[in-house]
């Protein structure tokens, strides 16, 4: 099994910048590609951006291409730096982690981004 909890969350007007952090613990030795999700209210969950383990290979969702960016370290943590906020960005942000190339098996608590506008 994989933990993940995630921290950074919080509130910030649009144009600002938020950073958030997911640390993983367990059997982070499977994992092969971690990534954030968000959900606003009424919403369905979306992926926001993936990064695959080995090789640090990047994926993004268009509307935060160019502004978010996803990285990792070999501790098994991964930030999402989210710059030019805008108040569509505002979610509850998860991270997931997946051990093969099959959906995501493995999901954060959440933290809440509200940009304002």
């Known amino acids: 099994q994989v933990q993940l909890v995630e921290s950074g969350g919080g509130l910030v007007q649009a144009g600002g910048s938020l950073r958030l952090s997911c640390a993983a613990s367990?059997?982070?030795?499977?994992?092969?590609?971690m990534a954030w999700f968000r959900q606003s209210p009424g919403k369905e969950r979306e992926f926001v951006a993936g990064i695959r383990w080995s090789g640090g290979i990047t994926y993004y969702a268009d509307s935060v291409k160019g502004r978010f960016t996803i990285s990792r370290d070999y501790a098994k943590n991964t930030d999402l730096q989210m710059n030019s906020l805008k108040h569509e960005d505002t979610a509850v942000y998860y991270c997931?982690?997946?051990?093969?190339?099959?959906?995501?098996?493995?999901w954060g608590q959440g933290t809440q981004v509200t940009v304002s506008s």
């Open positions: 997931a982690a997946r051990s093969t190339g099959g959906p995501y098996n493995f």
């Open positions: 367990g059997r982070t030795i499977s994992i092969y590609e």
